[in-house]
């Protein structure tokens, strides 16, 4: 089966084009992403309205970038899927539209894609089996620990209470005077500090439960630099490395110790990372020191597939096509669609 996937649920507009077939690796045969971070970057975050009309401008050249890359013509296509949510309301229409439109063209399926189902399953792509596990999904907007029985069949252990953990990343780094986003910025800059420079906190490290909380560690780092330089609260040189190693080193720890008891409490013996923040090198390595000292298996994405592309929806797609569901072209976007309730 040939698939057209569209992501347009924030700041990239991205086209993949998958081949598949059930129990067989997926086959990505082109994956085109026009990224909007440069343009966001002037504005520290992302302005949805500048995300929306970028959208409109890039997908419809994206398409036929995919459809050349992958040396294939859109009569070829078998299903269409879009994301259909989470994110936000403008860019996520631009997408979904587009796609429904071309199915209705060509006269086959659509295919409306959870973006968070995308990451979760984003691991897998390479073996197209998705066994039984526990999925961290660690994102701009999203901390998320769920137990994995099946493709479709996910329960929701815990989540963020506050702040997603990228979101932590990209909101101290802002504070330090690190230009957006911050995860990258912050990995490049604790390469050369020491983690243990500063102690700040790991929250609720100690409850029960799987929920997660970092914006007190992110008002841990706004008062430490407020102590260091009352006037501006600018680090001093020296400092930014420890300061970025020892937030992201807390970050981390939180990460591995509360995922690790989540996969013991559910019995899993493979944990899946992705999302954006799953990038982070000493994350994946702090994550493959704690499996391989419990004997738990770890699948991580391939780098290409952690921060947004459409390769994922383009996955988690196909799966649901396997699975012979499509969706009505008259059903709507959902910015607050969730994952555990399916
Ligand atoms: P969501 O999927 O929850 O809607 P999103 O799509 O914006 O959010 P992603 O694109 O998966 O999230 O990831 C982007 C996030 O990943 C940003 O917060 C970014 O700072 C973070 N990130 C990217 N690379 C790294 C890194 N190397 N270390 C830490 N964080 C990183
Ligand atoms: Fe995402
Ligand atoms: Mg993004």
Redesign the pocket.
Known sequence: MLLLALES????TAVAILSGEPGQPARILASEIASQIELHRQYGGVVPEVASRNHSLHLRPLVEQALAHAGVNMRQIDAFAATSG??LASSLLIGATAAKAMAAAAGKPFIAAN??EG?LLSPFVDTGIVPPHLGL??????TLLLDVEAPGAYRKLGSTRDD????A??KV?KMLGLPY????E??RTAHDGRCDAFSFPRSMMKEPGFDFSFSGLKTAVLYTLSERNPETGTPLPDDLADLCASF?EAVIEVLVVKTIRAAKHSGRRLIALS???S???T?RAAFEKACHREGITLALATPGL???NAAMIGFAGLLRAFAGESSPLDGDIDPNLTLAAR
């Not at 649920?9 to 990239?12: I, L, Q, R, T």
């Not at 999904?137 to 999203?142: L, M, P």
């Not at 997603?164 to 979101?167: I, K, L, P, T």
């Not at 986003?181 to 990258?184: A, D, F, N, T």
């Open positions: 649920s924030c700041d990239e989470p994110g973006h968070l990451h999904i660690v994102s701009g907007g999203h997603a953990a990228g979101e990343f990209d780094a986003p911050g995860g990258p912050i990995e992201q999302g954006g923040v990038l982070n090198k994350l952690c921060t947004d």
